[in-house]
């Protein structure tokens, strides 16, 4: 370097460099300090029985995978499937040029973005069966919390999939037209694929809340082969005296949602890769 | 590959008169009327601005004109009962932006119109994909996707995917206008040899070299309006108005232009 450093004169003969070291060694310096700290002071025993105990989490095979963990995955697999199938038809009525199905999804949509996913469970769980004496929604406890997520998931899955089609560029759908095809013969085979395309990475970014989210059956009335994760692991923790089995509970969670939002990353980052 | 339609052959491919088009209260085109004929190729010069773009979109209905009818391949295109969709099917078009379908391939994207809307089998569709991307220059490309392609390339899969559906005229919309200058001469030599088979072709350009050298009549638009037209020869050699020496002036010698300006 030939120039003379900006800034020397001012910061009192210390360089930007060395400063920035000596902030630096300063944090990792705390960092270490409450590392030790906690580790000093922390009953890992008491820790360890609680949190950590072998033999409760033993007991808890294979059940919390049979029976949780799959309840958990089919719970969050119908509100995906209800949330994706009517996500598309809510975003194709917000888009209509028919003003009544524009109507409807908006107000579907801010209906359902503005209630908490709670409540809906409770109308669909409780509200339903009082309502209308004698309807069953078909499948169970499934079909109840599928249709719980589904309802909340179509809102949310809507927009993105309504800014998904706005996203693909206005020459595809002059293009698709240019050669004959109806508009919903170029929505169905040009623009569409190209939006689902794109929004993937949200997608699976709302499969991971719906996994998580599924875990508000708890408030319906379930049978025990009907739990999934968070009420087997509660009550299992109740019956046990023990935390244990929320800690498994919530590993079994991070298994599924870990992978997941990894996988979302890197759609994302080859979708970037991708584009021009 | 497919000649053109006899049926229209002998008479006008389009036929546009008193054609208006107004966005807002801009009136972009104000009285237009011309033809082209079977199995000519009319260039479409001017400033841009001048409303050509626009005219060539009003022939296929990609933009709805506010006034004037408009006769393509036999069919009143704005006539509200015309089944739009049958005739578009006879009709090219390309566009200066390519708009090549970004998840299909090559191959993909020149087949999937004749699957979905001429219901041709795979087998078919494949076929006459393969022959029209050779066709183009690109019989090694043909599982490349749009985005592995260079401009050049991505506009001659657009041209291939226009002729596999046998269109009796072939619209174009400043086709070369997006390319590098060196990918610019590739796509010119696929629609000369595409003018050699006798296709009906009505091209927007700023090619004056390529007008010259393959339209059959070129048509000068400013303002809206048709201000002369006639054969290459006299409208770009010798033209009658002073709009028209203004701008090809300014297009074939620009260095020159800003000389003449600057005195």
Known sequence: MTAEPIGTAASGGMSRRRRRQLSLGGQYGLFVVVLVVVVALADWGTLRLNFANWEVAKSLFPDIITIGLRNTAVYTAVGFGIGLGGGLIVALMRLSSVPPYRWFATGYIEIFRGLPLLLIFIFVGVGVPLAFPGTNIPGGAAGQAGLALGLAATAYMAETIRAGIEAVPKGQLEAARSLGMSHGRAMRSIIIPQAFRIIIPPLTNELVLLCKDSSLVLFLGITLEQRELTKFGRDLAGEQGNTTPIIVAGICYLLITIPLSLLARRLEARQRRGQR | ?263
């Open chain 2, 1 to 263: 590959m497919t000649s053109p339609d006899k049926e229209t052959a002998g008479g006008n491919a389009v036929e546009i008169s008193g054609l208006h088009k107004s966005f807002g209260t801009n009136e972009v085109l104000r009285g237009i009327d011309f033809h082209v004929a079977a199995g000519e190729v009319v260039c479409v010069i001017g400033p841009s601005g001048s409303g050509k773009s626009t005219l060539l979109r009003c022939v296929n209905l990609l933009e709805e004109p506010s006034a004037g009818t408009i006769r393509v391949v036999g069919a009143d295109v704005t006539d509200r009962e015309v089944d739009i969709d049958a005739v578009r099917r006879r009709i090219g078009m390309v566009f200066q932006s390519f708009n090549l379908f970004p998840h299909l391939t090559a191959l993909g994207n020149v087949m999937i119109a004749q699957r979905k809307v001429l219901k041709r089998d795979k087998a078919e569709a494949e076929r006459v994909a393969r022959e029209n991307l050779e066709r183009v220059g690109l019989a090694d490309k043909v599982s490349s996707y749009p985005a592995q392609l260079s401009g050049g390339q991505q506009q001659r899969v657009a041209i291939a995917r226009a002729l596999a559906m046998g269109p009796e005229v072939m619209l174009f919309d400043e086709p070369t206008s997006a390319l590098d200058p060196e990918l610019v001469g590739d796509v010119l030599g696929v629609m000369r040899g595409l003018a050699e088979t006798g296709m009906t072709m009505l091209v927007v350009t700023h090619e004056m070299s390529f007008a010259q050298e393959v339209a059959d009549r070129v048509v000068f638009m400013d303002g809206g309006v048709v201000v002369e037209e006639g054969p290459p020869a006299r409208v770009i050699g010798d033209p009658a108005h002073e709009r028209t020496r203004t701008f090809l002036s300014r297009v074939l010698d620009p260095a020159a232009a800003r000389v003449g300006e600057g005195e």
